[in-house]
């Protein structure tokens, strides 16, 4: 069973930058697209990026198009999230996730089966 565990969330000022980590253990996740959401308070859960299997293709919520950065290194079974410019509407729990196998997922959550626990970003203004 695959286990994905984010870490790399904390407190930052605006304009600071954070790098998010999701390693995954139990079972390699290489060869699967994943992504990135993220739910601020009181506001569902939302898409913010994802990247294929090879890292080939990459797409990006508008709200973080040009600032975050997905990533992945498929030898250390981990995925990267670099979070640039920092705004205060990016404070929220930060999610991994599994998407498909061997390909690309979209932005909706029901093509991604397997979800971390999350790591929580604070950004003060």
């Known amino acids: 069973q695959v286990q994905l565990v984010e870490s790399g969330g904390g407190l930052v000022q605006a304009g600071g930058s954070l790098r998010l980590s999701c390693a995954a253990s139990?079972?390699?996740?290489?060869?699967?697209?994943m992504g990135w959401f993220r739910q601020a308070p009181g506001k569902e859960r939302e898409f913010v990026a994802t990247i294929s299997w090879n890292g080939g293709i990459t797409n990006y919520a508008d709200s973080v198009k040009g600032r975050f950065t997905i990533s992945r290194d498929n030898a250390k079974n981990t995925v990267y999230l670099q979070m640039n410019s920092l705004k205060s509407e990016d404070t929220a729990v930060y999610y991994c996730?599994?998407?498909?196998?061997?390909?690309?997922?979209?932005?909706?959550?029901?093509?991604?089966?397997?979800w971390g626990q999350g790591t929580q970003v604070t950004v003060s203004s």
């Open positions: 139990g079972r390699a996740v290489s060869m699967y697209a």
């Open positions: 996730a599994r998407g498909a196998l061997w390909g690309s997922s979209g932005q909706m959550e029901y093509a991604y089966d397997i």
